[in-house]
């Protein structure tokens, strides 16, 4: 068996299309949705991000504003600017950029941003709100993990068997707990899991988020079973791979995900997606 792609740039295409449309639904009620970026440094990686988070929100008729400050900025400084940006109606979402420098908290510069306009989704809040099943905003990897399977007609998720490598708290855990919301049988496995073939190969549906190559191979997966890569890495000729070996695991999965063209792509888009989410509340 070949799997089939999940292809995340058409499906982010999607995406955006339906944020696009639902800008247009407040903007005709006079609400501009507006998001808020910040980023106190100059990591190379981070502008490249945040450069894109702004065009992709404006190509969708989203406002997007971008301040930068030093990587020397005091975090009380920082502190008072997001405060200022919690009580201004303008503004929908608040984004902080990550990694901050090294003098900040960055747990305590994440919870200053008031939880309605969190939507990175970051907040203890919204992973309390997820992990009891309220609403709040969901972070914007595992969310479009979640609408990649649901592309591919996987709802309800009741009588299959998911396996999460990986349990970081922006990934992992959270995919954990939307798989779980639709029923499946989770697993989260990682780095120090025993014998991590013998699970993943009992999986329907394997999510691997580790951040190094070749964590999930042909071997360990059963045939049929879907793939999702969260992974970010380069291989040895500097070319962008994910956790999975693609090659291997293609000729025994149903459904892959690529990388680049997968959950990247994706990610962005669901960003977007809590940001139209953030101001329709705001408007309700
Ligand atoms: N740095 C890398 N990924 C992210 C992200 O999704 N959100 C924020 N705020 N910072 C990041």
């Not at 970026?37 to 065009?55: C, E, F, H």
């Not at 988020?209 to 969260?230: C, E, F, S, W, Y």
């Not at 500097?238 to 997968?262: E, M, N, Y």
Request: aromatic share 2%; hydrophobic share 50%; proline share 6%.
């Amino acid at each position: 068996m070949t799997a089939q792609l999940i292809d995340g740039n058409a499906l982010a295409a999607t995406v955006r299309a339906e944020v696009a449309h639902r800008v247009q639904a407040l903007q005709a009620r006079d609400v501009q949705p507006h998001l808020s970026i910040i980023l106190v440094g100059d990591n190379p990686a981070s502008q490249v991000y945040v450069r894109s988070k702004v065009a992709d929100s404006q190509q969708t008729g989203l406002s997007a504003t971008l301040e930068r400050y030093p990587a020397e900025l005091p975090q009380a400084e920082l502190l008072a600017r997001i405060a200022a940006l919690n009580a201004d109606p303008a503004v929908h979402g608040i984004l902080v950029q990550l990694p901050l420098p090294p003098h900040m908290d960055a747990h305590a510069v994440i919870e200053a941003i008031a939880p309605a306009k969190d939507v990175d989704g970051f907040h203890v809040a919204s992973a309390g709100a997820l992990m009891v099943g309220q609403p709040g905003f969901r972070p914007c990897t595992p969310y479009g993990c979640m609408r990649m399977l649901q592309s591919i007609g996987l709802h309800d998720l009741r009588g299959r068997h998911a396996v999460v490598i990986g349990r970081s708290n922006i990934v992992g855990k959270p995919m954990a707990m939307m798989l779980l919301a639709q029923n499946a049988t989770v697993t989260v496995c990682h780095s120090g899991t025993s014998d991590l073939a013998a699970l993943t190969r009992q999986a329907d549906i394997v999510v691997a988020a580790v951040g190094k190559r070749n964590v999930l191979t042909a071997d360990m997966v059963k045939p049929g079973a879907v793939v999702i890569d969260v992974g970010m890495n380069r291989d040895d000729a500097g070319k962008l791979c994910g956790d999975v070996d693609f090659a291997g695991v293609r000729q025994v999965a149903s459904w892959i995900t690529p990388v680049p063209g997968g959950v990247g792509p994706m990610t962005r888009a669901m960003l977007l997606v809590n940001t139209i989410e953030a101001a329709e509340r705001a408007a309700a």
